[in-house]
């Protein structure tokens, strides 16, 4: 009996090998299709799943079982899928998705040394870009700059599938063969979604009270996360960046030297974000003094510290704004 498991937090990369090896085991054999069956881990009936992974079917030779979620199914229910799956059924495939499998389990061991197990973990926050290039050329045939696939990745994250769904949008809405410029990621990708984050930053480079806390409660309303762990990071790579610029200001480098090296969109971050100005809005001394106490303060969110939302807008405004 194949049994394939596809394992990981990178959703995107892990269900397409999962639909790919799918689409190889169904092709493997000629004549009439496989049955297939679908079942998710949270809503599952293990029984029913066990049962019919031992009975033939009667319309079709042989039967595909694709499980989503594994690690979702209750420890009772994995029991008994564990001890059904042992028998041996060459009629039968079984596919199986989980966030995280436990490698001590010995079907897990056993799978890992027949190649039958995938793992699939996200990029690293700085291989994000470099991935979303790729990922532009080789799957829609787009050109993307490696510093618009960062601005890309602010304003979206680090999560593949939403990264691949924003690239989607890109390449449906704009002509064939034109590349993916910053204008266009501010213009397709959620409008909503660039304004909060732009105004976010914006707002604490220049240190503005009057637009930072809109913006701050606007992000945290949308998804940076009611711990505020997220803004947090948010702040910390926006102000390093000013913190570049700033100390390549003080040794005299001119605009485009620093756009190139910071690799910054001129319309985007020098015209409209003013990234220049923020910069010089606080001495080189004064970010590094910032960049530790943001520092300081994400460990402290980490630990639970501020327990009420308002506590955690004032102190996130109280090194912004510095």
């Not at 806390?213 to 997220?230: F, H, N, T």
């Not at 480098?253 to 606080?282: G, M, S, W």
Request: proline share 4%; with cysteine.
């Amino acid at each position: 009996m194949p049994l394939y498991a596809f394992s990981g937090d990178d959703d995107l990369r892990k269900h397409e090998a999962l639909d790919a090896e799918v689409a190889r085991w169904e092709a493997s054999e000629p004549g009439e299709a496989p049955v297939r069956e679908t079942h998710f881990g949270e809503e599952l009936h293990a029984a029913s799943v066990a049962e019919s992974y031992e009975t033939p079917d009667l319309f079709a030779p042989r039967k595909l079982l694709i499980v989503r979620n594994y690690d979702k199914v209750n420890a009772a229910g994995r029991a008994l899928l564990d001890k059904a799956f042992q028998s041996e059924n060459p009629q039968v495939a079984v596919f199986l998705s989980a966030d995280k499998l436990d490698g001590r389990q010995g079907w897990v061991a056993a799978l890992k040394k027949a190649g039958r197990l995938f793992e699939f973990k996200l990029p690293y926050d700085n291989k994000i870009p470099v991935w979303l290039t790729e990922r532009a050329q080789q799957r829609y045939d787009r050109r993307l700059t490696l510093a618009d696939a960062k601005i890309l990745q602010e304003i979206v994250g680090n999560e593949t599938s939403e990264l691949d769904h924003e690239l989607e949008k890109l390449d449906t809405f704009l002509p064939k063969g034109k590349p993916i410029s910053a204008e266009a990621i501010q213009d397709v990708v959620s409008p909503l979604k660039v304004h909060t984050l732009f105004g976010f930053q914006k707002a604490a480079g220049l240190k503005s009270p009057a637009n930072f806390l809109p913006a701050l409660r606007s992000l945290l309303d949308q998804g940076g996360g009611e711990s505020g762990i997220g803004a947090t990071m948010m702040l910390f790579s926006h102000f390093f960046k000013l913190a570049r610029i700033r100390s390549m200001l003080d040794e005299g480098a001119n605009e485009t030297q620093i756009v190139e090296a910071c690799k910054l969109n001129p319309f985007l971050h020098i015209q409209k974000e003013r990234y220049l100005d923020q910069a010089r809005t606080r001495s080189l001394t004064r970010w590094k003094q910032l960049l530790t106490r943001i520092a300081k303060l994400e460990a402290e969110l980490k630990q639970g510290r501020y327990a009420q939302r308002f506590e955690i807008e004032m102190a996130l405004a109280g090194v912004a704004l510095a």
